[in-house]
């Protein structure tokens, strides 16, 4: 049986099952995931922050993130998030994708 190793793009693509509720989006594609760290044993470290330091979805979020990340590389392997306020988010940090919905999420409001 080949297993696919661990590595920072299988976490990314795992996390992108991670919805920020307030948002409506993926926590990747929004911009809150600050960096990933996979250790020589599987174990990943993951940097993660919130779109304000009062969100009251954190907790929740943090344990989706677990949730996706161990169903998804099922390693049994820790994982850690640390969560992150510097720098701070904005939304200049959502990728392309993301603001084009978040445009037509506007948009659509408009009318």
Excluded at 65 to 73: F, I, N, Q
Aim: proline content about 6%.
């Amino acid at each position: 049986m080949t297993t696919t190793p661990i590595d920072e793009d299988r976490v990314r693509d795992a996390l992108r099952a991670v919805i920020d509720p307030e948002a409506g989006m993926n926590i990747v594609d929004l911009g809150l995931v600050y960096g990933i760290e996979v250790g020589d044993d599987g174990a990943v470290t993951l940097q993660l922050t919130m779109t304000s330091a009062a969100c009251p979805m954190a907790d929740m979020i943090v344990d989706n993130v677990h949730d996706a990340l161990s169903g998804a590389l099922g390693t049994g392997a820790p994982v850690t998030v640390e969560l992150v306020w510097d720098p701070p988010w904005t939304p200049e940090r959502m990728s392309d994708f993301a603001r084009e919905q978040e445009q037509d999420r506007i948009e659509a409001q408009k009318r």
